[in-house]
Antibody
Framework: QVQLVQSGAEVKKPGASVKVSCKAS????????MHWVRQAPGQGLEWMGW????????DYAQKFQGRVTMTRDTSISTAYMELSRLRSDDTAVYYC??????????WGQGTLVTVSS | EIVLTQSPGTLSLSPGERATLSCRAS???????LAWYQQKPGQAPRLLIY???SRATGIPDRFSGSGSGTDFTLSISRLEPEDFAVYYC??????????FGQGTKLEIK
């Protein structure tokens, strides 16, 4: 079955960078867009961007332009999201999610990133 | 930016009752690209409905979606104990391409 397994929780200081991984299994990794969505504590969902694993093409939400980088390693069916210049309001659970007809069909378990001095 | 407004913020119902959740868009949304999700505490969201009315794989038929243009509805015909959660609508369209509503919390009365 389709599965997305993310890396573990991270604690970072303001100004640092974090890189979260998302390993896909149960389907052909290069056939589906991979999105990243975050959720601050007690808040709603916020789309960050996508990567198309087959080509490596990306599209980022304007809010994160210049701070986010999405990459992939097709040899191990893994997508990555790196967020730089972290601030306290970047504290959130970060999810990867497989795209499907404009929606998000399957989600990783989430990675908590805490930004604190 | 298309803003999705969900109502009510909190809905208190009993198991066995029918739930009706609303999602209103600030501009017209293609029915092809309107989805609903369920999220339980400590879990990732789960896709329930895509294309405004198509159930995702494995979703029970007590969940149904409807609507067009700017008004969309998620209905749960007979609430089961496991249905009490937060529900989000989401659209795909113009910049930013993906936006979510703020959520409706469905709680046990």
């Amino acid at each position: 079955q389709v599965q997305l397994v993310q890396s573990g929780a991270e604690v970072k200081k303001p100004g640092a960078s974090v890189k979260v991984s998302c390993k896909a299994s149960g389907y052909t990794f290069t056939d589906y867009y991979m999105h990243w969505v975050r959720q601050a504590p007690g808040q709603g969902l916020e789309w960050m961007g996508w990567i198309y694993p087959k080509t490596g093409v990306t599209d980022y939400a304007q809010k994160f332009q210049g701070r986010v980088t999405m990459t992939r390693d097709t040899s191990i069916s893994t997508a990555y999201m790196e967020l730089s210049r972290l601030r306290s309001d970047d504290t959130a659970v970060y999810y990867c999610a497989r795209g499907f007809r404009g929606s998000f069909e399957c989600w990783g378990q989430g990675t908590l990133v805490t930004v604190s001095s | 930016e298309i803003v999705l407004t969900q109502s009510p913020g909190t809905l208190s119902l009993s198991p066995g009752e029918r739930a009706t959740l609303s999602c209103r868009a600030s501009q017209s949304v293609s029915t092809t690209y309107l989805a609903w999700y369920q999220q339980k505490p400590g879990q990732a969201p789960r896709l329930l409905i895509y294309g405004a009315s198509s159930r995702a794989t494995g979703i029970p038929d007590r969940f149904s979606g409807s609507g067009s243009g700017t008004d969309f509805t998620l209905s749960i015909s007979r609430l089961e104990p496991e249905d009490f959660a937060v529900y989000y609508c989401q659209q795909y369209g113009s910049s930013p391409p993906y936006t979510f509503g703020q959520g409706t919390k469905l709680e046990i009365k």
